[in-house]
């Protein structure tokens, strides 16, 4: 088992940045594929980012490409997302989530991913 809890959200200007941070416990944190989901009001959760269990391999849903960046720190048992140019359209309850197998670039369904943390909201806004 895999706990997860995000932290880091909250109201932040159109342009302005944020970093959510997920600190994981239970087994081995550096064993687990991780990744960043968020759903919108009315909306399904969607792929924000995954990255491998060393950090060294990405994938970015499109709408975030060149605005945000993922990266991990096993030694503390955290992923982090950095927000930058946030957009209205970028408010969501932002999810983090672990996966118990390998790494693909193609896991990009709620349903590749085995451990979810509660959610942190970050609210744009224009």
């Known amino acids: 088992q895999v706990y997860l809890v995000e932290s880091g959200g909250g109201l932040v200007q159109a342009g302005g940045s944020l970093r959510l941070s997920c600190a994981a416990s239970?087994?081995?944190?550096?064993?687990?594929?991780m990744a960043w989901f968020r759903q919108a009001p009315g909306k399904e959760r969607e792929l924000v980012v995954t990255?491998?269990?060393?950090?060294?391999?990405?994938y970015y849903g499109d709408s975030v490409k060149g605005r945000f960046t993922i990266a991990r720190d096993n030694a503390k048992s955290t992923v982090y997302l950095q927000m930058n140019s946030l957009k209205p359209e970028d408010t969501a309850v932002y999810y983090c989530a672990a996966r118990a197998g390998m790494w693909q670039p193609t896991s990009v369904r709620e349903t590749d991913y085995d451990y979810w943390g509660q959610g942190t909201q970050v609210t744009v806004s224009s």
């Open positions: 990255i491998n269990w060393s950090g060294g391999a990405t």
């Open positions: 239970g087994r081995t944190f550096g064993n687990y594929p």
